[in-house]
């Protein structure tokens, strides 16, 4: 093991140097690719595998057989890597005496189990993306990416003993060595394979992860003996029914980056992976340092006899703490790319069920946010594509009698915008039918006869439980119980999600949210000898308003006009149950705030200035109070109430008819 360490660490100082025209290096690598795979033999068939690859890749270049010697140059450096990630397994990994059961995993394994299932998501992840962008064509460097991510599975697999995910990964390899060779099209049948393989991997690697955690026997895949007996049948060209509708075609993804931007290049960038435990303490810790830094530049201020030095020792204190708390949180940051790749196979895989053309544009998936906000988004986001996807885009037929394209186009976009993350998802298809939506409303009790709801207001209808506009119920869509769910998951996030839609055109949903999770800039407002905070994202405005503004409407309660509408005035003292300062709202504000489309007016005593606040969770003992998402802990050490804007105006909405009596 010594001597191979040895070649392969020779090897990788000596890669990254090779020249095409420096004949003598290059024979010196081809011999030490030789080497390795004299020694690494039988005991490495990982090792052994891509030092054989090399020494032919090696020989093309030598004899100029090879058309493209830079990217076989580069080549060489992906085998290294891939040498190195199978030796340092071995060299990690204990021997032990004792035979061990193929359905069960060495104790001293279990860590290097954990990492390699994490990697082997990883490649399988990449496969993926590389396969959705072959759409049919020949592409030799896509087929070798996906080669080399099942070669590398394979060849760690076979050290932990984990045979059938190995198993798995030689037959998918195999298929894949014939498309690199170009004696197969990685196209249709071959390309379904692939991704069929790709999904078996994924759940095989569940699998392996429950067991490593419980420490328990593996789990055998019922589906891999038939899965392995297709992928063998297609290389060796033997005709099988090919599941699926055979006239639709493969999704096509186009990848664009956010308008203004420029994509970032990470690729030479030094990693290390840690935990994400580790990573919330830490930013939990940073956070207990923002609030206290703020507690000693408050006491300080009320303390007399502050000197120079001190005001200036604490500006660069409170400097420090800053930048230290602005790169905690860009280390939770992630590109939602990660999140969008999924809606890639997702719609590959309903335009085969439905017969559909379509083709999905991404455009700005390097875009960064919480990496806490990336898990949420991610399933409210695969709803909407659906839906866009079954009720958005029209079929074949509908399209050619508008004149449309038949293959229909899907859009994710996402961008940074006033301190936000802005998420559209668009569709070129049917568009919203307001007169079914309005129907079905009516039917539904949610409208009254004489009701006349803004364009907004109807859209907005399609988030109520049980109303779908669907034709028909499929096993994708169909029974009203999802955008209610999509809608409630965004405004948990504290986001709002709008609707724009021209029948016939199309429809775009706009998803707002927030950075970061963690810290959110508030305005500091006082209601008698309490303080809460009102997120700036919510707020339009605040004024003192004037007699003539205010009035009483019966079942509606008080009312501010604004800019010639008339608002909602809700009283937050009311609502807390604090004594006001005043009660008369001519010699107190107001602040107008705004949730999709919905506007009302909070009276408030004094407003104390703009503050970014580290959020901190009520806690389970108190449990949610509607209109409220937490607290955040001030200057001075109190607790001030962070307010849902949307659970305000649901209650201000509520009350409207009791505040209108309360007023009487």
Avoid: W
């Amino acid at each position: 093991m010594e001597n191979i360490n040895e070649i392969v660490e020779h090897l990788a100082a000596t890669v990254v140097n090779a020249e095409a025209t420096d004949l003598r290096a290059l024979t010196e690598l081809h011999d030490h690719f030789h080497k390795l795979r004299e020694s690494a033999g039988t005991e490495l068939p990982g090792a052994t595998s891509a030092a054989a690859t090399a020494e032919q890749i090696l020989t093309r270049v030598i004899f100029r057989e090879e058309p493209d010697v830079d990217a076989a140059l580069e080549q060489l450096g992906s085998l290294v890597a891939e040498i190195q990630q199978v030796v340092n397994f071995v060299g990690k990994s204990t021997p032990v005496a004792e035979e061990v059961a193929d359905d069960a995993l060495r104790a001293d394994d279990l860590p290097l189990v954990v990492e390699f299932v994490t990697e082997a998501r990883e490649h399988l992840e990449a496969a993926e993306a590389e396969v959705l962008k072959l759409d049919g064509e020949a592409n030799s460097e896509s087929v070798n990416a996906i080669f080399r991510s099942f070669h590398t599975i394979k060849g760690v697999a076979g050290f932990l003993n984990l045979k059938e995910i190995g198993l798995l990964a030689h037959s998918a390899e195999n298929l894949l060595d014939l498309a690199r060779k170009g004696q197969l099209v990685l196209d249709g049948r071959a390309a379904g394979l692939i991704l069929e393989s790709i999904d078996a991997g994924k759940s095989m690697l569940g699998t392996i992860e429950t067991s490593a955690q419980r420490n328990v026997p593996l789990a055998k895949y019922d589906g891999l003996p038939d899965l392995r007996a297709r992928l063998d049948a297609c290389a060796a060209g033997v005709k099988l029914p090919v599941a699926g509708d055979a006239k639709s075609q493969p999704t096509a993804e186009k990848t664009v980056p956010a308008a203004g931007s420029t994509p970032s290049v990470r690729s030479h960038d030094s990693t290390v992976k840690v935990a994400t435990d580790r990573l919330d303490s830490l930013i939990s810790m940073v956070g207990e340092l923002v609030i206290t830094q703020s507690m000693v530049r408050q006491e300080s201020r009320a303390n007399a006899g502050v000197t120079q030095r001190l005001t200036r020792n604490l500006g660069r204190l409170d400097k420090i703490t800053r930048e230290l708390q602005d790169l905690s949180m860009s280390m939770r940051m992630v590109p939602i790319q990660g999140v969008f790749q999924k809606m890639v196979r997702l719609v590959h895989d309903l335009s085969e069920k439905f017969g559909k053309q379509m083709d999905l544009v991404i455009v700005g998936g390097d875009t960064e946010l919480d990496r806490n906000v990336v898990e949420a988004i991610a399933d409210p986001l695969m709803h909407m594509v659906r839906n866009a996807a079954d009720h958005g885009i029209d079929t074949p037929e509908e399209r050619a009698k508008a004149g449309k394209s038949p293959v229909g186009r899907i859009e994710l976009k996402a961008c940074h915008r006033a301190g936000q993350i802005v998420i559209e998802i668009s569709d070129d298809g049917k568009g919203l039918n307001k007169q079914r939506i309005l129907k079905k409303a009516h039917d539904a009790g949610i409208l009254q006869d004489g009701d006349k709801p803004s364009d907004a207001d109807i859209f907005r209808l399609i988030f109520h439980a049980g109303l779908s506009t669907a034709e028909k119920v499929t096993d994708v869509s169909g029974r009203g119980v999802g955008m209610d769910v999509v809608k409630k998951n965004v405004e948990a996030l504290r986001g709002r999600i709008d609707i724009t839609s021209v029948e016939g055109a199309g429809s775009t949903f706009t998803i707002c949210l927030p950075l970061t999770l963690a810290v959110i800039d508030g305005l500091v407002v006082r209601v008698g000898d309490q303080r809460y905070i009102i997120p700036l994202l919510s707020i339009e405005q605040s004024i003192r308003p004037v007699e003539s503004q205010l009035s009483t409407v019966q079942g509606r309660g008080e009312l501010c006009m604004i800019r010639g509408r008339a608002l909602r005035l809700l009283r937050l003292h009311r609502l807390f149950n604090v004594t006001p300062i005043s009660e008369d709202p001519t010699k107190a504000l107001v602040v107008i705030v705004q949730d999709n489309g919905r506007e009302a007016c909070l009276l408030v005593d004094e407003l104390l200035g703009q503050q970014q606040v580290v959020i901190k969770s009520l806690g389970d003992g108190i449990g949610a109070i509607r209109g409220i998402s937490g607290g955040a802990i001030l200057g001075d050490g109190t607790v001030s109430l962070i307010l849902d804007i949307p659970g305000v105006i649901d209650l201000a909405t509520k009350n409207a008819a009791k505040e209108a009596v309360h007023v009487a």
